[in-house]
């Protein structure tokens, strides 16, 4: 029976060999072209359950269908024209999203504002080069000079826009992998309590002696649409205790790849030797550290004042009474917006892939214009722009090896 396209239909599905009723579905129809990979498409709405659906696939395999590869929707979608890589690999990103704010930048991908202002940038390459092409077709005219002025000129402003996507990649990398935070401070200072409280779980064990944070905590939390990968260390302190030690090496790992560090001192037992060793060892990533005074509940009040004498920027706080977490936390957000990007409208680069491309595009463009300075020819100048169109084409798809689009789906999970 003809049903016609984009349409729902109540039925069932019956084994056609022992005539039994599986499940009672809704099945959408869906004819090409407008459907998801542009070509015809049926949907199965079946009951939940791991059974039914399993009894109803294993059905239309053995009727002749066959399980989807990783990604391959998306990849027909891709090769019949419908979406470009761009949007393909945001379509993953969305997939992966941890929160709001990096699930709309990858809608704004898949709407397609990088590809726009990609193949923007690759149309302004290919007009350079066809006024180049129709200098050295006609070189009785000398206007060589005059033409390599301008494409000096349209070249810089070319750089000008990489150079800002691949800025953006650094946030985009936070909104796809979170910001790494390290929480440092000697033992007892309230590192797993903070983390328990930020992330408004019990993970972490909480306890009174000493050094009992031994390994790398981490939990993910959402401050506010960012997400934030807090790592409570061991206590930094020297120890001759074999684990605590193996525990001390890893906090020193932590806070080198930390995005950011949460240093935590102690109103109640003020800055001691083991502050001084920390501060030490954490004084050449300066520019990433808050500091934050814990316990103000509660304090020695002289103590807290010889903090505040000896670090005057810190955020006081007090977890056990809740005060103070919100400033922590929007020191934090200032920290990452200090990048003063427009996280809501701008164009931001999140992908590894892309951001690669376009560093060798900008190569390829510093190379030109100072080839152009050197006095080269247009031809040579030429082949500079051709690489750099290239490689803006390897991210939107225009000119790709198939290997590498099998990389990209590969990653893909199954069933998109
Ligand atoms: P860590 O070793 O730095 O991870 O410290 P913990 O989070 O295990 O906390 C050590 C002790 O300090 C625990 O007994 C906590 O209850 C206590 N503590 C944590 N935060 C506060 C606070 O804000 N005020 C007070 N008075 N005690 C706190």
Do not use: W
């Amino acid at each position: 029976m003809e049903y016609p396209s984009h349409t729902i239909r109540y039925g069932k599905i019956v084994d056609p060999e022992t005539n039994e009723v599986i499940d009672e579905v809704l099945v959408s129809k869906m004819a090409a072209p407008k459907t998801y990979t542009t070509e015809d498409v049926v949907e199965i709405n079946c009951h939940g359950g791991f059974v039914t659906a399993r009894r109803i696939l294993d059905l239309l395999f053995r009727l002749g269908a066959r399980p989807a590869e990783p990604g391959e929707f998306t990849k027909r979608a891709f090769i019949n024209g419908r979406i470009d890589l761009v949007q393909a690999e945001a379509i993953m990103d969305l997939i992966g999203a941890v929160t709001e704010k990096s699930s709309k930048a990858a809608v704004m991908q898949l709407e397609g504002r990088l590809s726009e202002k990609l193949n923007k940038i690759r149309e302004s390459l290919v007009n350079i080069l066809a006024k180049i092409e129709v200098n050295l077709d006609y070189p009785e005219y000398d206007f060589e000079e005059v033409t390599t002025r301008e494409c000096v000129q349209v070249i810089n402003s070319i750089k000008g826009d990489l150079k800002t996507l691949i800025e953006s990649f650094d946030y985009g990398k936070v909104l796809r992998e979170g910001l790494n935070v390290a929480i440092i401070g000697k033992p007892n200072a309230g590192k797993s309590s903070l983390l328990n409280r930020l992330s408004g779980k019990n993970r972490a064990i909480v306890t009174d002696i000493p050094g009992t944070t031994r390994d790398i905590l981490e939990e993910y939390v959402n401050i506010q649409g960012l997400p934030v990968r807090l790592l409570d260390t061991a206590g930094l302190r020297e120890t001759t205790d074999v684990v605590e030690k193996i525990g001390v090496e890893k906090a020193l790992e932590v806070i080198d790849t930390a995005d950011l560090i949460i240093f935590m001192l102690d109103a109640q037992t003020g800055f001691e030797k083991e502050d001084r060793d920390i501060l030490e060892k954490i004084r050449r990533y300066y520019s990433k550290v808050l500091y934050v005074v814990n316990k103000t509940d509660r304090p020695d009040k002289e103590k807290l004042e010889e903090i505040r004498r000896i670090i005057p920027e810190t955020i006081e706080i007090s977890v056990l009474e809740d005060y103070g977490i919100d400033n922590l936390e929007k020191a934090i957000l200032e920290f990452v917006n200090k990048a003063r990007i427009d996280t809501d409208n701008q164009i931001i680069v999140t992908n590894a892939r892309h951001k690669k491309l376009l560093n060798e595009a900008l190569e390829n463009l510093n190379s030109a214009v100072s080839a152009a300075e050197n006095g080269m020819t247009l031809d040579l100048i030429s082949m500079d722009i051709k690489n750099a169109a290239e490689k803006i084409g390897f991210i939107t798809g225009h000119e790709v090896t198939e290997e590498v689009v099998m990389n990209i789906f590969e990653n893909f999970c199954i069933g998109k």
